[in-house]
């Protein structure tokens, strides 16, 4: 009886460790929270379209799109946050960041829209760390706040 109970208690322990490693590696991959969303928004992950409520992640290689009727607000693991406006599409081309040294970088592409920003930690850190592009500009993050607006 006593040789069953250990056998059963390691391979629940073992079931909740692999369990638990999963979802760690999940939650590794998000590099930002949808913190507001209102109307139509989206995020396009590996060619799926996937609603984005208020508390879904966002990952490195996403975009997103907010309708006619949409708007989002976004808040990335080193603090810094984004709203996009109706009607608009960013898309997350780079997002590399070291919690301990606040090394990394950020890099976005505004394809059509609306977007205000606050950068966080890696601007802080280094200046050139975070850019947003469009069709024809690239705006190296070296304040704290902007609006960028394309069609």
Do not use: W, Y
């Amino acid at each position: 009886r006593q040789r069953m109970r250990t056998g059963t208690v390691g391979r629940i322990a073992l079931v909740a460790a692999l369990l638990l490693a999963s979802f760690v590696s999940v939650a590794a991959s998000e590099v930002g929270q949808v913190k507001t969303s209102k109307g139509t928004v989206f995020i396009e992950r590996a060619g799926k379209r996937l609603p984005a409520p208020v508390g879904a992640g966002i990952e490195a290689s996403d975009t997103l799109r907010t309708g006619r009727d949409g708007s989002a607000g976004i808040t990335f693991i080193d603090n810094s946050r984004m709203a996009l406006g109706p009607g608009s599409t960013l898309a997350i081309d780079r997002f590399d960041f070291n919690q301990t040294t606040h090394d990394g970088h950020f890099d976005s592409t505004l394809k059509r829209g609306t977007l205000s920003a606050v950068s966080g930690k890696l601007a802080k850190r280094s200046p050139d760390a975070m850019t947003v592009r469009t069709r024809s500009t690239i705006l190296a993050v070296r304040g704290t706040e902007f609006v960028v607006r394309t069609r």
